[in-house]
T-cell receptor, first 118, second 112 residues
Framework: AQKVTQAQTEISVVEKEDVTLDCVYETRDTTYYLFWYKQPPSGELVFLIRRNSFDEQNEISGRYSWNFQKSTSSFNFTITASQVVDSAVYFCALSERSYGGSQGNLIFGKGTKLSVKP | NAGVTQTPKFQVLKTGQSMTLQCAQDMNHNSMYWYRQDPGMGLRLIYYSASEGTTDKGEVPNGYNVSRLNKREFSLRLESAAPSQTSVYFC???????????FGPGTRLLVL
């Protein structure tokens, strides 16, 4: 069955530290997509990245980087030189084809709450 | 471009009351979704609409109904609210299935 596990419930770091958020997924599909979303204290959900199952290249966007490894079914997210504004709950999500159709519903992990202290 | 909008932002209901949560998107997306978020649970899909004219159940559909009114609007109805439906409700849309979903600001619902 499809599942997303974010084992770290809460992480606390001091500003400028690097931090990695772990995401492990389970799927039977060979075609799927992985996502990261950020939920700041204000509550909205902000899209960060989408990666398809055929593209294992790591991605870097400013202080953010993502490491996708199919061999370990992981899609980890690293924030370099963390800042107070990075404090949020971060969700990893999986989208795959549903049975008999092409609807790609998002299956979310339970989220990791990151607190960055000044 | 407002993106995805939701009304109301906050609502208090008594057990047994009914209400409709409204969602609209102006991005010309085909697919729309309703999720609920409970503490420590992540987001769970209630219903979705792959395209105008179709709706399907998600993981937690009991106690809810939906209407895809047109391409822009997707409403969620609670016919007889229960305290277990206290949650934050998010609407989302995507161009097509498996593409990135964009979320509205959420509706906080408290059922007493």
């Amino acid at each position: 069955a499809q599942k997303v596990t974010q084992a770290q419930t809460e992480i606390s770091v001091v500003e400028k530290e690097d931090v990695t958020l772990d995401c492990v997924y389970e799927t039977r599909d060979t075609t799927y997509y992985l996502f990261w979303y950020k939920q700041p204290p204000s509550g909205e959900l902000v899209f960060l990245i989408r990666r398809n199952s055929f593209d294992e290249q790591n991605e870097i966007s400013g202080r953010y980087s993502w490491n996708f490894q199919k061999s370990t079914s992981s899609f980890n997210f690293t924030i370099t030189a963390s800042q107070v504004v990075d404090s949020a709950v971060y969700f990893c999500a999986l989208s795959e084809r549903s049975y008999g159709g092409s609807q790609g519903n998002l299956i979310f992990g339970k989220g990791t709450k990151l607190s960055v202290k000044p | 471009n407002a993106g995805v909008t939701q009304t109301p932002k906050f609502q208090v209901l008594k057990t047994g009351q009914s209400m409709t949560l409204q969602c609209a998107q102006d991005m010309n997306h085909n697919s729309m979704y309703w999720y609920r978020q409970d503490p420590g649970m992540g987001l769970r899909l209630i219903y979705y609409s792959a395209s105008e004219g179709t709706t399907d159940k998600g993981e937690v559909p009991n106690g809810y109904n939906v209407s895809r009114l047109n391409k822009r609007e997707f409403s969620l109805r609670l016919e007889s609210a229960a305290p277990s439906q206290t949650s934050v409700y998010f609407c989302a849309s995507s161009p097509w299935a498996q593409e990135t979903q964009y979320f509205g600001p959420g509706t906080r619902l408290l059922v007493l």
